[in-house]
C-alpha cells in the first residue's frame, strides 16, 4: 500500500520560501508522476504542479516563476519549493501520485497524502 | 485549458435520499477522463470515480458515475451517515489536470 506523508513548517513569513517534503514509502518512486497540490481556505483544489521519476518536472502557470519541485530517488522522497510567498499562500498542501500509461493516457490521483497546513503570517 | 464547473454548490439532504451531482467542462474529454473525489475535513481526498462511470476499489455500489464528452454525473443513490462531504470533479485529459469547484452535500 502506497503511503504518503508531507512534512515541513506550519509557518512561514511572509516574502520567505515555503519548503515541504513528502517521504513515500510502500513503492517504488520510479515510473510514476509526484505531485502537489493545494487547497486555501474555503476554496477547490490547485495542483502546483509534478516531477516525474527522471526529474523531469511540469508546473501550472500560476506558479512558474517561483516554484521548484525536486525528488531524492535514494531517500523516497520529493520536495517543494514555494518563493516569495504571501498570505494567498496559506493552504493545506498534499503531496500526491498519479501515472501516465503510454497508449491510455494520464490516470487520476490515486494516492494522496493526509495534507499539512502551511500559514504564511509575520 | 479546460475548465470544469460543478453544480449545484451545496446538495442539501436527508440520509437515504438520492444524491445527484453535476460536473461539465469546458471542452470534449477524450476517453471521458473524468473522476470524482469525496473529500472530508481532516483527510486526503479519496478517488470514487474514474473514466467517468469505473468505481475504484473498495468503493460502494451506491456510487456511480455516468456521463460523456463535456457533462457527467455522479449519483449516490442511497446517502449513508458517512457521505456527507465535498465532491470534487476532475479531468485527466491534460497534465496538471484541473478540478471543478466541488459540491457540499450536507444534512438537511
Known amino acids: 500500500q502506497v503511503q504518503l506523508q508531507e512534512s515541513g513548517p506550519g509557518l512561514v513569513k511572509p516574502s520567505e520560501t515555503l519548503s515541504l517534503t513528502c517521504a513515500v514509502s510502500?513503492?517504488?518512486?520510479?515510473?510514476?508522476?509526484w505531485s502537489w497540490i493545494r487547497q486555501p481556505p474555503g476554496k477547490g483544489l490547485e495542483w502546483i504542479g509534478y516531477?516525474?521519476?527522471?526529474?523531469?518536472?511540469n508546473y501550472n502557470s500560476s506558479f512558474k516563476s517561483r516554484v521548484n519541485i525536486s525528488i531524492s530517488m535514494s531517500k523516497n522522497q520529493f520536495s517543494l519549493k514555494l518563493n516569495s510567498v504571501t498570505a494567498a499562500d496559506t493552504a493545506l498542501y498534499y503531496c500526491?501520485?498519479?501515472?501516465?500509461?503510454?497508449?491510455?493516457?494520464?490516470?487520476?490521483?490515486?494516492?494522496w497524502g493526509q495534507g499539512i497546513l502551511v500559514t504564511v503570517s509575520s | 485549458e479546460i475548465v470544469l464547473t460543478q453544480s449545484p454548490g451545496t446538495l442539501s439532504l436527508s440520509p437515504g435520499e438520492r444524491a445527484t451531482l453535476s460536473c461539465r467542462a469546458s471542452?470534449?474529454?477524450?476517453?471521458?477522463?473524468l473522476a470524482w473525489y469525496q473529500h472530508k475535513p481532516g483527510q486526503a481526498p479519496r478517488l470514487l470515480i474514474y473514466?467517468?462511470?469505473s468505481r475504484a476499489i473498495g468503493i460502494p455500489d451506491r456510487f456511480s458515475g455516468s456521463g460523456s464528452g463535456t457533462d457527467f454525473t455522479l449519483t449516490i443513490s442511497r446517502l449513508e451517515p458517512e457521505d456527507f462531504a465535498v465532491y470534487y470533479c476532475?479531468?485527466?485529459?491534460?497534465?496538471?489536470?484541473?478540478f471543478g469547484p466541488g459540491t457540499k452535500v450536507d444534512i438537511k
Open positions: 516531477i516525474y521519476s527522471s526529474g523531469g518536472t
Open positions: 471542452q470534449t474529454l477524450s476517453r471521458n477522463s
Open positions: 510502500g513503492d517504488s518512486m520510479r515510473g510514476f508522476y
Open positions: 476532475q479531468q485527466y485529459d491534460t497534465s496538471l489536470g484541473g
Open positions: 473514466g467517468a462511470s
Open positions: 500526491a501520485r498519479h501515472e501516465y500509461i503510454i497508449g491510455s493516457g494520464w490516470r487520476p490521483v490515486e494516492y
